[in-house]
């Protein structure tokens, strides 16, 4: 029984034999589409490609795609677990042609791989075509598909649009035919959403451009663009029509089960289903740089996260689980994407945090739930503004209570929470706003096919000639400009805008103007100078100077360069979790951040600063070296998790350190890097770490500065210090003494103060009412004070001082310390028997408004508000004596 594995190898190698460039899987985040929130299909990464906006070194490719369906228009959450084929995560398996070959090839190499490579019975598949698509009919009956086993569908269940206007044309579909042991009926059917016959493939003929008139005509360039899902295909090759029943997935749920102890087959395996495949999303999510946060991707990310973590909670799961199952999900799925492995650590950590502060508001939340519930008529819906709190307050998505109310029977007003949403001003958004690309960019493709992408000179000139290819104002192109406009060159120093290095500033100059460049930003590999025309105007076709403002790059580059120094500096600090989650490399300063769930130690701090400095004043040769990426990781090269790379990369080396990277096997930094660097490390001149903050969930930021700016700050630091050396009237090597010597000094000048108030007060020369001379009360001897300028703690050796003076009998002392009372009241121990100090400090501390007081017979202590009716408390005590 073959493997998900085996089958995902069958499949490519197939096509790999047809002439097909076996393309790896993009990121789960697509870099090409701002209406997709997640890559949810095969064909994202090759859309401009089928648009003819972009060409490729290739006409044909296969791919395994991994995709997410859990947010916005494509969203499969509330399915998950329930039913047998719904996923948050699946591959996507594919063939594609650009404009190579069309029906007449794409239908046989279908069918040749389903029932030879594959093996499966010619009898048990059937097809659907499009009613009209007669081509596609008459082929499938040449290869010897029966005619009662060719459906023709006349709903866009097998007409394919990419969206309301743009490529679009009929599909054929292959479905298995699992049995009449299962209900269910052939597509088209009344009985066709059975799980009888499933669909396994889609074959896409992209031959048509559907336009906003409702017009259509026929493409110049063809396509095919086919889809098979993984996990369906791997359920039917391994004897199953339950996805949940593959190799793969039976080893995750086994994973769960052996984690918290339940049955993995039992009452219980729905609980197990959700986990398996959360896991697999959450992890591949984390491993392409996205991580949990209250809106956007990250939120997505959140709402999965914590829909696992229910279920681990509905199973007994008193401790976080999920993180213990990565292990179980690298061993399955690593070979095939490398990317996994890389970013165990974090996605084990993430995780594992994640989890432990879901569990702190889960019970509460629950119990809200339950609280909510009982209040309600049988069967009646959760009110809105209910679910809105749970959200609100204690971070459950409308999803997750959904889930918890399924089990229920139960519902939630849906509309009741969109108006509390509103009305609250929502802290998070539920669907993704776009990625942010310029809308416009198919004008850069446009000029790179006609003109070529920019060749960048930068990596080793500041000052370079080029020729103007492309003016654009206003959105579209010109021949001639003044004011502001984006220029395109063939050939520039200037750097785009990318990897967190800001783009380059400077000026153009032609033989009929002057433009000073505001910034430089890149699409479709075409250089976009944005510029505002200072003098005359300028023209394509012109030659012109491009000079790169020095001091600025100078500056950038020292940034960008301690980045990389400071990067390896916090996995040696903090472990190998840490990777880049983002950087900014700009002229001012430089911000870093990583991956990393708690705030840095001083110590820590201290010691990233130290390693980053002392690989500066190494002074040693940054070198760059070109190769595949294969090779770069290869040799231990860091990459940026998600970030795109073409056949070659620049691989950055800095520092010296037997480390066993690099291929010499001492490089301290080895990155992938595109971006501008110093030559020596010692160029970037000094560095200042400012300081460690939170940047979200999950990830740390780094602020520091270099160069120029790193010694002004350290000229402040040493005019501060100078400063307070001036103050001590002390030497730097002498501080410490000198701080030892101030403090003992202040000691010694308190304990003086508070003997020199105890003399005072005993010899009646501080402010003091009720007399310090001891009078007679029932026969025994009292002393009664009232003192300022006398502290609370100097009242109990004041009164040991009065009973040793009397001998035998009662002293009442009251201090005003800093506008409240203290009280104290002391009884010789001859007399304990006859009075207790702590009766007189309470009857003493009512009058003054306070609560009451206590200590041993011979000594009590009491405080109050105010010293205002001291006469009234003395007389108090005296009460206590008379009785």
Known sequence: MPSLNDIRSTFLNYFEKQGHQIVPSSPLVPRNDPTLMFTNSGMVQFKNAFTGVETRDYNRATSSQKCVRAGGKHNDLDNVGYTARHHTFFEMLGNFSFGDYFKEQAIPFAWELITKEFGIPKERLYVTVYHTDDEAFNIWKKIGVPEEHIIRIATSDNFWQMGPTGPCGPCTEIFYDHGDHIWGGPPGSPEEDGDRFIE?????????????????????????????????????????????????????????????????????????????????????????????????????????????????????????????????????????????????????????????????????????????????????????????????????????????????????????????????????????????????????????????????????????????????????????ATGQVQIILNQTPFYAESGGQVGDTGVIKTETGIAKII?????????????????????????????????????????????????????????????????????????????????????????????????????????????????????????????????????????????????????YSLELCGGTHVKQTGDIGAFVLLGDSASSSGVRRIEALTGAAANAHNAAEAARLNGVLSLLKAQPADVVDRVKGLLDERKALQNEVAQLRRDLAMSGGADQAGGAEAREINGIKFIAQVLSGVSGRDLPALIDEHKARIQSGAVLLIADADGKAAVAAGVTKDLTGRVKAPDLVRAAVVELGGKGGGGRPDMAQGGAKSTENAEAAIAAAVKVLEA
């Not at 829909?307 to 007994?316: E, Q, T």
């Not at 609250?424 to 850069?444: L, M, N």
């Not at 130690?601 to 070198?623: D, F």
Request: charged residues 25%; glycine residues 10%; without cysteine.
């Open 200 to 480: 396994i493939w889609n074959v896409v003929f992209m031959q048509n451009e559907q336009f906003e008139d409702g017009s259509m005509k026929a493409l110049d360039m063809q396509s095919i663009d086919t889809g098979m899902g993984l996990e369906r295909i791997g359920a039917l090759l391994q004897g199953s029509h339950d996805n949940y029943d593959t190799d793969l997935m039976k080893s995750l749920i086994e994973a769960s089960a052996h984690a918290t102890s339940v049955d993995p087959y039992g009452d219980q395996n729905v609980h197990h289903r959700v986990i398996a495949d959360h896991l697999r999303s959450t992890s591949f999510l984390i491993a392409d740089g996205v991580m949990p946060a209250n809106d956007g991707r990250g939120y997505v990310l959140r709402r999965i996260m914590r829909r696992a973590m229910r279920h681990a909670h509905l199973l007994g799961a008193k401790d976080p689980v999920m993180h213990q199952l990565v292990p179980a999900l690298v061993s399955k799925m690593g070979a095939a994407y490398p990317e996994l492995g890389q970013a165990q650590s974090l996605i084990q950590e993430t995780l594992k945090l994640e989890e432990t502060r879901f569990k702190q508001t889960l019970d509460r939340g629950l119990k809200l739930l339950d609280d909510e519930l009982g209040g309600l008529a049988e069967n009646a819906p959760l009110p809105g503004a209910a679910a809105f709190k749970l959200y609100d307050t204690y971070g459950f998505p409308l999803d997750l209570t959904q889930d918890a109310l399924r089990e229920k029977g139960r519902e939630v007003d849906t509309d009741g929470f969109d108006t509390a949403m509103a009305e609250q001003k929502a802290k998070a958004r539920a669907a993704w706003s776009g990625s942010g690309e310029a809308a416009d960019s198919t004008i850069w493709f446009d000029i790179a096919d006609k003109q070529g992408t920019t060749d960048f000179l930068g990596y080793d000139t500041e000052v370079a000639e080029g020729q103007i290819v492309a003016l654009v104002a206003g959105g579209a192109q010109t021949d001639k």
């Open 519 to 667: 910034d430089t930003k890149k699409a479709a590999g075409v250089f976009i100078h944005m510029a505002e025309v200072t003098k005359g105007e300028i023209s394509k076709g012109q030659g012109a100077q491009l000079t790169v403002s020095n001091t600025r790059r100078s500056a950038i580059r020292a940034n960008h360069s301690a980045t990389h120094l400071l990067h390896e500096a916090l996995r040696n600090a903090l472990g190998d979790h840490v990777a880049q989650r983002g950087s900014l490399n700009a002229e001012d300063r430089l911000r870093f951040d990583f991956s990393h769930a708690k705030g840095l130690s001083e110590a820590e701090l201290t010691q990233v600063s130290n390693e980053v400095n002392t690989y500066i004043r190494q002074n040693t040769a940054v070198e760059t070296r070109i190769m595949t990426p294969d090779d770069a990781r290869a040799i231990g090269a860091q990459a940026l998790f998600g970030e795109k790379y073409g056949d070659e990369v620049r691989v950055v080396s800095m520092g010296r350190a037997d480390t066993g990277k690099g291929l010499d096997g001492d490089t």
